[in-house]
């Protein structure tokens, strides 16, 4: 109806521009013409006035109709439509913008395909389970990870709420968090994170659900599969001697005929055993310390100064002088046994790397780092050749060691809260170990 009377008004504002014209015009005529000359007249006027009106008509209408089919074509995302060009002037320049936009919006929507298809192709590929609800907590988006959680398929799914589907518990909470679930696809040990987006202006939340249990498992298994390689280490070293030891002494005594035998045997037979003994006793200690490693309790804490226990590590540990710098008597929430046993463990590994080296010197500091206190054991040794297998359990490089103090010591720092490593020292010859504990607060 709008484009119905803007024709109109063409229409009758042509005949308003053009028939005061033609009426001056004919009265002008009128008055030197008469009969058949007066009426060919008028008729031509009024033809003129006719094709005139008509061309107007048609020079503005025409255009704004083929501008409103392109427009019409954009508005339905169909960007194949093409306007030919004018002549030139304003509306040459309007159609060449309305070609131009439709380029650019044809680009546009292909990038977006691409760009759906491909965040299509990674939620398809992600073992973790995306689900996306809008403000009612319906389900709008689902992978095909969380179809196999649900058990259902994805036109099952969607629309559904998440009280309907289970995951109303779940939307709720920490930004992250490890939960026990119960699912119809699955079971068992789950990182939930959640988080919002707006989806054409509207908030939605996404809940994504990732499997913990097959990451454990694997972790589990790569763990026996250390220990094992360990245990089976140490006891080879161990049962291998004992063994050979002992096929010998049955050798010596299967010979019931005594002048037979050696004139050392008695040595042997004591030799023999001796290793027997040392072997078993050294087989004793890895046992003891592996118990160690896995019993550690769970540490109770009490607000201790920890200068008090750096203090006391120069009675503890009397090989070597130690320097001992400890400026602020800071508190710290510890378990006082446990803490003592750690900072023993590092102590002493420092004056063992110092006395290899020859007289060396072991330094002991306590500083403040912001909401943690360091306290940092340097030594003069050799310092360390490789960091990689140092924290793992039973892997020593001093002769006689049982490979647990490092492991049982950062054990220790990390039940409290804090962190244990060892490095190198900057500049100097040695190493250094950094232990740091939360303050007390």
């Known amino acids: 109806m709008r484009l119905f009377r803007f024709e109109r008004n063409v229409l009758f504002l042509g005949l308003g521009a053009f028939v005061p014209l033609m009426a001056v015009a004919l009265v002008l005529a009128f008055k030197e013409l008469h009969g058949v000359a007066r009426w060919l007249l008028l008729g031509a006027c009024v033809i003129s006035c006719a094709l005139y ?35 030139g002037g304003a509306m040459a320049e309007v159609i060449a913008d309305l070609d ?24 398809a590929g992600i073992d973790s389970a995306i689900f996306a609800f809008d403000a009612r907590e319906r389900l709008q988006l689902v992978n095909h990870a969380g179809e196999r959680l649900l058990a259902r398929n994805t036109e099952q799914l969607l629309g559904r709420s998440a009280e309907e589907l289970g995951l109303a ?14 699912l119809p696809g699955a079971s068992g040990r789950w990182l939930v994170r959640r988080s919002r987006f707006r989806d054409n202006g509207v908030p939605h939340r996404l809940l994504v659900l990732s499997d913990l249990s097959r990451t454990l498992r694997e972790e589990e298994r790569i763990a026996w599969q250390r220990l ?17 030891i002992a096929l010998s002494l049955a050798e010596l005594f299967a010979n019931d005929d005594a002048g037979a035998r050696p004139d050392d045997w008695l040595d042997d037979v004591r030799s023999g055993l001796a290793v027997i003994g040392a072997r078993t006793a050294g087989l004793a200690r890895f046992m003891d310390g592996y118990a160690r490693l896995a019993r550690l309790p769970r540490p109770v804490l009490r ?52 006395l290899e080296a020859g ?25 360390i050749a490789s960091t990689a ?40 010859r040695g190493a250094v170990a950094r232990l740091r504990l939360p303050r007390a607060r």
Do not use: M, W
Request: charged share 25%; proline share 3%.
């Open 303 to 354: 607000r201790t100064p920890i200068a008090e226990l750096v203090a006391r590590l120069p009675e503890l540990e009397q090989r070597l002088p130690l320097r001992v710098t400890c400026d602020e008597d800071v508190l710290v929430d510890v378990d006082r046994d446990q803490l003592e046993q750690l900072l023993i463990n590092l102590a002493r590994n420092a004056v063992d790397a110092s």
């Open 228 to 244: 094992l390689r360990v245990l089976g280490h140490e006891l080879n070293n161990s049962l291998a001697p004992i063994r050979s």
């Open 53 to 87: 009106v008509i061309a107007v008509r048609a020079q503005l209408v025409y255009p704004l109709r083929t501008l409103a089919s392109f427009i019409g074509a954009i508005r339905e995302e169909d960007y194949s439509f093409r306007v030919r060009r004018a002549s």
């Open 100 to 123: 131009r936009l439709s380029e650019a919006l044809r680009t546009r929507r292909l990038e977006a395909f691409e760009s759906a298809a491909l965040v299509r192709a990674i939620l």
């Open 389 to 428: 297998n140092l924290f793992v359990p039973f892997f020593t490089t001093k002769a006689g060691g049982s490979g647990v103090g490092l492991a049982l010591s950062r054990q220790i720092a990390e039940a409290h809260g804090g962190t244990l490593t060892l490095e190198n020292r900057d500049g100097a």
């Open 169 to 182: 518990p779940l939307l709720a909470g920490a930004q992250s968090e490890t939960a026990e679930l119960a």
């Open 359 to 383: 007289e060396g010197y072991v330094a002991i500091a306590c500083a403040t780092r912001g909401d943690e206190v360091e306290v940092a054991i340097e030594d003069d040794g050799a310092g």
